[in-house]
């Protein structure tokens, strides 16, 4: 059996910025910009009021900064609430099953920041992460969302271990061992989708990875094969036994960041819908002046990405970022799917709530062979009174995935867009300078008037 955890740290421990490949740079550089706008976005939610509460704030040195403007605190606590804040909204990036921004970026900012660490040293951890990731997810036969797991949470733990081991310059023997206790560490369920647990498991994370690292350097051990082992982390998380054990390492091999890239939402709602509001917004001219007229909607869509759509009445926000009913309904109804409209106020809303009603889910069983997650397409059919049908052109990639990009402008004006409701417009560029700071300039935060 090949020593992978083992191999991980090899792989981790040798990294070197040189080898990624610039459009993996980019990337992430962009994905840090993403996940620090949405931070903006959602960090007055009440979930991150909670996260808050738990940790102290300090101004040591190694601290790292807290929602902009808010204090410092230790690496950890710091990562834990910026992660919390960042998927509050369900607003971040996409990716491996999961959302790899937002654990990753708040872990190599607050390390980076506190170790005194450039941009460079901060996109090569978090490809470190980024690679981990997409190694182990790829290993099961089973998609982990179908199963229960939160992938973002579960993997995410292990990704943030191994960018900060690297950032912390930790030798092959304690990157392994930092492995080994994020493997530990990992938890989070699909079934709190929804609630104010998810941001939280994904903030937890990002502490726990940092603090699996920290553990590690002060000479706690794991087993040596905690991941690969027949009762490890793997195996454990493949009750049906699909999962490969045994292929090498393959992390640096074929550049995943590069393959596979990141996901910019551009709703601020579950991506399994992405492509479904895409559907939605192509027949929106057509629609116009008719909605009233409709009958009833028939979305097609993956059975698993059905699965993760758990609320078909939402009432709330929460509720709402889950439901492929308000999703369509919005779209149709408002001409867009926006962060003002998942107020809850607008939720409810007569006709929204009305529309929502005629949606019919069919749930289809066939897999893309690129993302197994998801149908090999999403499709809508809007069937009217008068016995019209308005069908839509098959949505494969949504405006905004990794291969099917929006371009620098559009990522800056939802940056803007995010950051502006919590802070007043003329401080967001500095915000939006320092995250497109030159690779060799240091991870330095504004100075901002505190809240």
């Known amino acids: 059996m090949p020593h992978l955890t083992q191999e991980l740290a090899q792989f981790i421990h040798q990294l070197r910025h040189h080898e990624i490949p610039t459009s993996g740079t980019i990337a992430v550089r962009r994905g840090i910009s993403d996940y620090l706008g949405v931070m903006f976005a959602g960090r007055n939610e009440a979930v991150v009021q909670h996260a808050l509460s738990m940790v102290t704030l300090t101004h040591n040195s190694g601290s790292a900064n807290v929602l902009g403007d808010r204090g410092k605190a230790s690496t950890s606590d710091a990562a834990f609430v910026n992660a919390v804040a960042g998927h509050a909204l369900d607003y971040d990036d996409t990716g491996l099953d999961g959302h790899p921004s937002v654990v990753l970026g708040p872990v190599v900012l607050a390390e980076a920041e506190s170790l005194g660490c450039n941009w460079q040293s901060a996109v090569t951890a978090y490809i470190a992460g980024y690679e981990t990731w997409a190694d182990l997810i790829a290993r099961d036969a089973d998609k982990h969302h179908g199963k229960g797991w939160h992938p973002t949470a579960v993997f995410g733990v292990v990704a943030c271990a191994a960018a900060s081991a690297h950032l912390r310059q ?145 009432q709330n926000a929460l509720d709402a970022k889950f439901s492929a009913q308000f999703a369509v309904a919005c779209a149709l109804s408002n001409g867009h799917v926006n962060l003002d409209d998942l107020e809850n106020a607008n939720i409810t809303q007569p006709h929204v709530q009305a529309l929502m009603q005629l949606v019919q889910i069919h749930a289809d069983k066939t897999q893309d062979p690129d993302d197994l997650l998801f149908s090999p397409y999403d499709e809508l059919a809007i069937h009217f009174r008068n016995g019209v049908v308005l069908n839509s052109q098959p949505v494969r990639k949504p405006l905004g995935h990794a291969k099917h990009p929006i371009g620098n402008s559009e990522l800056q004006e939802k940056f803007f867009d995010c950051a502006k409701r919590t802070m007043p417009l003329a401080e967001v560029a500095p915000w939006w300078f320092m995250c497109n700071a030159h690779e060799t300039e240091l991870i330095e935060w504004p100075v901002l008037k505190p809240v």
């Not at 910019?264 to 492509?275: E, G, L, Q, T």
């Open 170 to 314: 930790l030798n092959v023997a304690q990157t392994a061992n930092a492995l080994g206790i994020a493997a530990s560490l990992a938890s989070g369920l699909v079934v709190n989708f929804g609630s104010m647990t998810k941001p939280l498991q994904v903030g937890l994370a990002a502490r726990n990875g940092i603090i699996a690292c920290q553990l590690a350097q002060r000479g706690l051990t794991a087993t040596h094969d905690a991941l690969e082992n027949p009762h490890g982390f793997l195996a454990a998380l493949s009750p049906m036994g699909q999962v490969d054990l045994v292929r090498p390492c393959a992390a640096g091999q074929a550049w995943q960041i590069q393959l596979q890239g990141l996901n910019i939402k551009r709703y601020p709602v579950c991506y399994a819908v992405h492509r479904v509001i895409d559907a939605c917004l192509s027949l929106l001219a057509d629609v116009q002046g008719q909605v009233e007229q409709i009958e009833h909607i028939h979305v097609h869509m993956g059975h698993l990405q059905a699965a993760m759509l758990r609320s078909s009445h939402p």
